[in-house]
């Protein structure tokens, strides 16, 4: 299978410092806002972005993937139903619980909160913080492209394999 280096390109984003910086301002908005323990943006894939506010109890590695492998089941699910997807999924637990959002088509929004706050707040947050998340990652998708790239020769192998043989 050959896939070609602008797919892979346009398959990841790059962040750079001020990129993430830009991120944690949305999410530290976003949780002084709606009263909120933790965010994390998470993409799709299940690899931790950011986080920002209290950390969570577990492994937010663990957490990342479960989450991106909950939301992967669940648009399954809602395929099944007619639905192209859904854009949130919300758990609630006895004293935790956990909103993620779709952010743009390769990011999650994981939003954890205890009862310090309640759901419409969460909610109500949580549409606009994504809104901004969604041009931000547009602008980092815009930006990638034009970002200059070399790509291997295709003699590379050979090139490689001599140097290493002179080498040893």
């Known amino acids: 299978m050959n896939i070609s ?3 892979l390109r346009a398959d990841r984003l790059v962040f750079y410092s001020r990129d993430v910086e830009r991120l944690d301002e949305e ?3 976003f949780l002084e806002l709606s009263n909120a323990r933790c965010a994390l943006l998470i993409d799709c894939e299940g690899h931790l972005v950011t986080r920002r506010g209290e950390a969570a109890q577990d492994s937010v590695e663990s957490l990342s993937a479960l989450t991106a492998g909950s939301f992967a089941a669940t648009r399954q699910m809602a395929q099944m139903m007619g639905e192209s997807q859904f854009n949130s999924l919300f758990h609630q637990g006895a004293q935790q619980s956990i909103q993620v959002s779709l952010v743009g088509n390769r990011t999650l929004l994981a939003i ?3 009862g310090r ?6 909610r109500f947050y949580a549409t606009e913080t994504v809104k901004r998340l969604s041009e931000i990652f547009d602008d980092i998708g815009r930006r990638a492209p034009s970002v200059p790239t070399e790509s291997l020769s295709g003699s590379f192998g050979a090139e490689a394999s001599a140097a290493l043989d002179d080498l040893f």
């Open 112 to 114: 954890i909160w205890d």
């Open 27 to 29: 999410l530290d908005s």
């Open 117 to 122: 706050t309640n759901l419409g707040l969460v």
């Open 5 to 7: 280096d602008e797919k």
